[in-house]
């Protein structure tokens, strides 16, 4: 349950640049996301308040991230543990483990749905084309 006494909007800042700065560093992820986002800005603000609402319940977040990474190429069950480790490594290096805890389940979670959601569009792609 997201609850404000979890973190600060700076544990959640540091929580988001810190991983999407690891993302872009890494030789399998940064590719993949450099070739989806054309304004990073614009993603980290988005990702702030993704992760602002899921953690502190701000309520910030207004989108649906499942049509768009369903309808991503080439996404891998590599990937997305890929991204979990890299998670899993950023929020080792927070100060509050509460938090980082927290995140780690829910990014879980994420990737588990996300994955899920990715097969079934790919799934319906492939009935279509049939």
């Not at 929020?91 to 879980?108: C, D, F, H, K, P």
Request: aromatic content about 10%; some cysteine; proline content about 5%.
């Amino acid at each position: 349950m997201p609850t404000a006494d979890l973190c600060t909007e700076e544990d959640v800042h540091q929580l988001v640049h810190g991983f999407y700065a690891d993302v872009r560093r890494d030789p399998v992820l940064g590719p993949v996301f450099d070739a989806h986002i054309t304004d990073w800005d614009r993603h980290l603000a988005t990702m702030v308040d993704f992760w602002s609402s899921a953690l502190r319940g701000t309520a910030r977040f207004r989108g649906a991230p499942m049509p768009k990474h369903a309808a991503l190429p080439g996404l891998s069950a590599e990937l997305f543990q890929r991204w979990l480790t890299l998670f899993g490594e950023t929020t080792a290096r927070l100060g509050n483990q509460e938090m980082a805890s927290r995140a780690r389940a829910l990014a879980v979670r994420i990737a588990e749905s996300l994955w899920y959601g990715y097969q079934v569009n790919q799934a319906r792609e492939q009935q279509g084309a049939a």
